[in-house]
């Protein structure tokens, strides 16, 4: 693998204008929030995927990162982020999946500091490593079970679930200040075999829950790997 200098020269499909070409499909498809296109903007993503694959790093797809995992396509990376902002500023974000780290390092650009899980050593190691690479400082991450109670003292504004659920892991939910939000791709009840981009929110009375887009993740898993 190359340096990190070697891996940002700008060939063309790793430039600054092709990232900036990808963020206006992203707001031609919706994708509304422009803190959070900004964000998108400011991360290349070529530098989370393997080096074979960094010809495709801009284009609106998964790419597999190894282990049976993928990094999620922009746009589903976006409305994720979209969905977790809701339009506030966020102090602090908990990140359920860390994967190679590609929305990590979104998430880090819209809040003061991210708090992720990854139950995959392997990939976790990998994410420390893409983290690094770009200096970013503002987060912190675990190698664990992130579908169970993290054991930990955390309030946060939002909490990101980046694998498909059954349902609702509410053992995280006490980690949301009021107010707060968990998105997560849960399956649906009244379409089997599809997920929907689902919002639960912490309000005065209880959960408010909300479904949004149909997505496809790979399955919320407990335990380590």
Excluded at 128 to 142: E, M, T
Excluded at 191 to 203: D, F, K, M, S, Y
Aim: net charge positive; proline share 5%.
């Amino acid at each position: 693998m190359g340096t990190l200098g070697d891996r940002n020269v700008g060939i063309g499909m790793t430039s600054d204008r092709t990232r900036a070409r990808m963020v206006e499909r992203l707001r031609a498809e919706d994708i509304r929030d422009e803190v959070v296109l900004g964000a998108i903007n400011a991360v290349p993503r070529h530098i989370f995927v393997d080096e074979a694959l960094a010809i495709r790093a801009y284009e609106n797809v998964p790419l597999p990162i190894g282990h049976g995992q993928t990094i999620s396509q922009p746009w589903v990376v976006a409305r994720m982020t979209e969905l977790a902002r809701n339009g506030r500023a966020l102090d602090a974000v908990l990140e359920i999946g860390t994967g190679c780290g590609y929305q990590t390092a979104v998430l880090t650009r819209i809040a003061r500091v991210v708090y992720t899980v990854e139950r995959i050593g392997a990939l976790a190691a990998k994410a420390r490593r893409n983290l690094k690479a770009l200096q970013i400082r503002n987060v912190h991450l675990k190698h664990g079970d992130g579908s169970a109670d993290l054991g930990q003292a955390l309030e946060v504004d939002a909490i990101v679930v980046t694998a498909g659920a059954t349902q609702v892991p509410t053992a995280l939910l006490k980690y949301l200040k009021p107010g707060g939000r968990m998105v997560i791709p849960l399956a649906s009840t009244d379409e089997p075999g599809t997920q929907r981009l689902t919002v639960i929110e912490a309000g005065p009375g209880g959960f408010r829950e909300q479904t949004f887009d149909a997505v496809r993740f790979v399955p919320l898993l407990p335990g380590t790997a």
